[in-house]
């Protein structure tokens, strides 16, 4: 039972920056990638950022240049940098874990950021 735990929202004006962080419960480098996705009310849960174990970084289009994911891998936990923050990226935030060598993927619960002016 892995646990991955997100931390990190809240309340930014448009504009701003926050900092998000996925806590897991063993090394990091047992995953194959670490993704950031968000859900918006009534909006399918989309791919934000993914990192790989070897250190691989990709974004969806809608964050390049604002977001970057990066990793720390003597605290199991990957963050994700948001800068210059809109309206629409207010979402749940969720931290996914792949395992190829489970063939599984595993989910935090999510933190909620709500950008607003």
């Known amino acids: 039972q892995v646990q991955l735990v997100e931390s990190g929202g809240g309340l930014v004006q448009p504009g701003g920056s926050l900092r998000l962080s996925c806590a897991a419960s063993?090394?990091?480098?047992?995953?194959?990638?670490i993704s950031w996705y968000r859900q918006a009310p009534g909006k399918r849960r989309d791919l934000v950022a993914a990192?790989?174990?070897?250190?691989?970084?990709n974004y969806s289009t809608s964050v390049k240049g604002r977001f970057t994911i990066s990793r720390d891998n003597a605290k199991n936990t990957v963050y994700l940098q948001m800068n210059s923050l809109k309206p629409e990226d207010t979402a749940v935030y969720y931290c996914?874990?792949?395992?190829?060598?489970?063939?599984?993927?595993?989910w935090g619960k999510g933190t909620l950021v709500t950008v607003s002016s």
């Open positions: 996914n874990a792949r395992s190829d060598s489970e063939v599984v993927n595993y």
């Open positions: 990192i790989t174990s070897a250190g691989s970084t």
């Open positions: 063993r090394s990091i480098f047992s995953f194959n990638v």
